[in-house]
């Protein structure tokens, strides 16, 4: 073990900053981080031990225990629990006669659930190692088991390869791309380098004045100006600067940066180069969630093409001195990684928490350089805004929202996809266009958006109304608002980085609060209880997840009063409606046992 | 360009230099801004957020947040209390706090804070009760992380001034908790003498010095005469009393 852990650590020169590359590699090789490969890697790297536990002890695709040879992860999230993700996770068990969260005896397996794989039009999704496997079903699920224990490789599960570059040699994916609707910005077909080429012949100026003009907003969900964003960059003296792609893709219910990374990488990677050249950048990072990285091969392909045909690296498009190259960063399962300062963190090997503001990464971000963070789509449209112009791009969509936007549409409808569509169409245009007659609740943006109802569905989809990175997930009458709305709380409460007071405790009583009413156990006091703790939240955490986490319990309070009502119980009896004696009972049995619900990982079994 | 400049908490008018927090600069004009995680001689942190003010009506931690010119700051209104007082019940029962039994009882910054809030009896929230192990390994020291607010104070101190990264986090969000560079603290090359131990680090009774427990009875400990503010708070006049 010694020597392998040595020359993984040498293979990054040592170097404190590459620790997530490390650990990937170690968790890997060792199918685990136990303590003594931690004493090694902190040893060859001059730091201490507990310092590489806080690392590996952050992301869930790393364990401290090891793991079996095939790590299987059912997704959770809320659309593959409505296509039935319970009962594939349930039939693993079954099959492997392995409970979640455990490796077999033998080593061979071990089954974990994930809380979201980027599937969700594809829904329900597991990933076995590094291989993606969609449209589960009781009866695929028992025969890749059996195929499994056979000895089968987990690349070789998939028999039937996806659409375009889903077959590609490189990626082998059963994923689909499920491009429903192809607009005249992203997904139309795209000459290669136009954009590059044209960029290469202006001055920095006047491309920082063409972004602007084209009124560009981020599209990783907060809709920063573009342009303003590489001015500031560019206008921050620095020796050297730092271009990265956000391709994290964590929002639950989102999956548009799955295609453009599968279809547009090329387009992609032109942008960030056309960035490069504008704020002046040398190097720059692709932060690619560790559930793509059956997209990794190929994506370095695309690289080592792009270098051979002199559009990426040294001289590039013949420029004398424009040197740029990138490097792709692999995550390991945390969401809070696509905050784009937890991103940073990230990539210098630290715990992926987010960064104190001010400074701003375009200030000082990646190891104290100025940094432009960018989400994939952003750098598609800026490459195409460099070959068709910005006032081509703000022909499309509203005012304060320009251009077109990829939709990732997944739910109670029957065609779930990827949709591009100008930004200020409605949702009920969407909805049209999705098939989704029986849509009784929609919700914009992921759990950290907000849920709308039917009286609702004439608000448009753009920054001045409803604002989304993309994520629209559809639910039909049968749908339970109030189990969808603790979902998204668990997602946060497992998802939060921990950092600060609001969100690290505050969601867990928030979650709390939301079961009890779930259980008909509230009273109308806990509707201000819950707006009050949830202001709380919004208000003093630290940075974007603790902002919105309350969104789901807020805006559902909002947009579906009644769903509450039902479930609040009015005093008048004289009778706590919230005093249930069972749970009384109960609850002081789990106190003499001094169990407890949050640190007890056995709670529910005991 | 460092000519110092004003800005105004609560109506005060509070001079600053270029490049202070709110915080440092509402120390040096006496204004008191109340805080766990941060203290003096450390890397201000940004995670208790019970410091949270409003700059110009958004929501920041004085800790972090530069001062800036003109600006107006709320710090004592009944919102900003408010949020406090939530902050600081969350802290309450994200650990178990029996303060009759603690022995940091009277010279501790949560309690002292609890006090000044307001806070005196068992709040909405319901308790999460950690039972994690107390790991008196070392001789001289005795860490509980049941009682941990997660400042990270002792982490810094460690890191930054005792150069020895004793103590880091471990884990994440919920779960997340204060480890130590070893199985126990034995293993470790933590001396009672590093800053990282000194009384005035560990905010609450987490870091324990073995046979200096109880030290002064209960009555006559530091916020038992008066409440925390200025000069009585975080990391000043701490282990003298
Ligand atoms: C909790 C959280 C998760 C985020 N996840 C992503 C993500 O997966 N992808 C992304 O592009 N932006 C994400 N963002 C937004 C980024 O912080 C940042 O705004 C974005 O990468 C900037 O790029 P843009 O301006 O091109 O959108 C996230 C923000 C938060 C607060
Ligand atoms: S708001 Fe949540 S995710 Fe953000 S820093 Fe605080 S604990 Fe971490
Ligand atoms: S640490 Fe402070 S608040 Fe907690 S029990 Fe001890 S004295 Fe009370
Ligand atoms: S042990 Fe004490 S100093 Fe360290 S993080 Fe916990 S409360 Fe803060
Ligand atoms: S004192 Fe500022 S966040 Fe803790």
């Known amino acids: ?606 | 360009m460092n000519k110092p400049f004003k800005f105004e908490i609560d109506g005060i008018e509070i001079e600053a230099q270029r490049g202070q927090s709110i915080m440092q600069a509402a120390d040096e004009a006496g204004v008191y801004i109340p805080r766990l995680c941060d203290t003096e001689g450390l890397e201000p942190q940004g995670s208790c957020r019970v410091c949270v003010v409003k700059q110009n009506g958004r929501a920041v931690s004085a800790c972090t947040q530069p001062a800036i010119e003109g600006a107006k700051v709320e710090n004592e209104t009944e919102e900003i209390l408010g949020y406090r007082r939530d902050l600081v019940r969350m802290l309450y029962h994200e650990g178990n706090h029996l303060c009759p039994i603690c022995e940091a009882s009277g010279r501790c910054e949560l309690q002292a804070m609890g006090y000044r809030l307001g806070i005196t009896q068992a709040t909405k929230y319901p308790y999460l009760q950690p039972a994690r192990p107390v790991d008196a390994s070392h001789p001289d020291i005795v860490l509980d992380t049941n009682r941990c607010i997660l400042c990270g104070r002792c982490i810094r101190a460690s890191r930054d001034i005792d150069k020895k990264h004793v103590f880091e986090y471990v884990g994440r969000g919920i779960n997340k908790r204060v480890g130590v560079n070893g199985n126990k603290l034995a293993e470790t090359d933590v001396k009672l003498n590093d800053r990282a131990i000194d009384l005035a680090t560990c905010p609450v009774g987490c870091i324990i010095q073995k046979g200096r427990g109880f030290f002064a009875p209960i009555g006559e400990r530091q916020f038992d005469k008066k409440p925390i503010t200025l000069g009585v708070g975080p990391g000043k006049n701490r282990g003298k009393s």
């Open chain 1, 1 to 606: 073990m010694e020597s392998r852990i040595v020359s993984i650590c040498r293979r990054y020169a040592d170097d404190r900053t590459r620790l997530m590359d490390i650990l990937l590699e170690v968790q890997r090789e060792l199918r685990g981080i136990e303590p003594a490969a931690m004493e090694l890697i902190a040893r060859q790297l001059g730091i201490t031990r507990v310092e590489v536990e806080g690392v590996v002890s952050f992301y869930a695709f790393f364990s401290r225990r090891t793991k079996g040879e095939i790590i299987i992860r059912v997704c959770d999230d809320i659309i593959d629990r409505h296509a039935g993700g319970r009962e594939i996770a349930k039939v693993f068990v079954e099959e492997l006669g392995l409970a979640i969260g455990t490796t077999s005896a033998d080593g061979r397996f071990s089954l974990e659930i994930t809380p979201f794989l980027g599937m969700s039009d594809q829904a329900p999704s597991a990933m076995v190692n590094e291989t993606i496997l969609t449209r589960l079903t009781v009866q695929k699920v028992r025969l890749v088991c059996a195929r499994l224990r056979e000895g089968t490789e987990p690349r070789d599960l998939v028999v039937h390869t996806g659409d375009g570059n889903n077959s590609h040699p490189l990626i082998r994916a059963e994923v689909n791309n499920n491009i429903r609707l192809a607009g005249e910005v992203l997904l139309c077909p795209v000459p290669a380098n136009a954009g590059l080429r044209s960029a290469l012949q202006r001055r920095p100026q006047e491309l920082l004045a063409e972004l602007e003009e084209s009124g560009l907003t981020g599209r990783g969900g907060a809709g920063f100006p573009t342009g303003k964003k590489w001015r500031a960059a560019a206008d921050t003296a620095a020796t050297r600067r730092f271009i990265i792609c956000n391709a994290d893709e964590g929002e639950p219910g989102t999956f548009k940066d799955r295609v453009l990374l599968t279809e547009r990488a090329d387009l992609m990677i032109e942008g960030m180069t056309i960035a490069a050249y504008t704020v002046g950048s040398d190097a720059g990072i692709i932060y690619l969630r560790g559930e793509y990285s059956y997209l990794r091969p190929y994506l370095e392909s695309v690289l080592q093409a792009r270098r051979e045909h002199g559009v990426l690296g040294k001289n590039i498009g013949g420029k004398q001195g424009f040197d740029f190259d990138i490097r792709i960063q692999l995550g390991a399962g945390a969401y809070i990684c696509g905050e784009e300062s937890a991103l940073i963190s990230s990539c210098e090997g630290l715990r992926g928490e987010p960064k104190n503001r001010p400074p701003f990464p375009v200030e000082s971000g990646y190891l104290g350089f100025p940094t432009v963070v960018d989400n994939v789509e952003t750098y598609c449209c800026a490459a195409r805004i460099m070959e068709q112009g910005g006032a081509w791009f703000g022909s499309f969509g509203t005012d304060r929202s320009s251009g077109t936007k990829l939709f990732s549409v997944s739910g109670d409808c029957a065609r779930p996809g990827v949709y591009e569509l100008p930004f200020g169409i409605t949702v009920r245009d969407l909805l049209d266009r999705v098939d989704a007659p029986d849509a009784a609740a929609v919700q914009v943006g992921g759990p950290s958006g907000e849920m709308i109802n039917m009286s609702q569905f004439e608000r448009r989809l753009c920054l001045e109304d409803l604002p989304t990175g993309g994520s629209v997930m559809v639910f039909s009458q049968r749908r339970n608002i109030l189990e969808i709305v603790d979902h998204f709380l668990e997602f946060f409460v497992e998802e939060s980085c921990g950092y600060c007071t609001p969100c690290r405790v505050g969601n867990v009583f928030l979650k709390k609060r939301i079961e009890k009413v779930r259980k008909g156990l509230c009273e109308l006091e806990d509707l201000a209880y819950l707006k009050e703790l949830g202001k709380t939240i919004a208000v003093t955490s630290r940075c974007g997840l603790g902002h919105t986490s309350p969104n789901p319990v807020l805006s559902t309070i909002r947009n579906f009063p009644l769903v509450y009502a039902v479930l609040l119980k009015e005093h008048g009896d004289g009778v706590q409606a919230s005093f249930d004696i069972q749970a009384a009972l109960e609850e002081s049995r789990r106190l003499a046992k001094r169990r407890s619900m949050i640190y007890d990982p056995n709670y529910d079994e005991a």
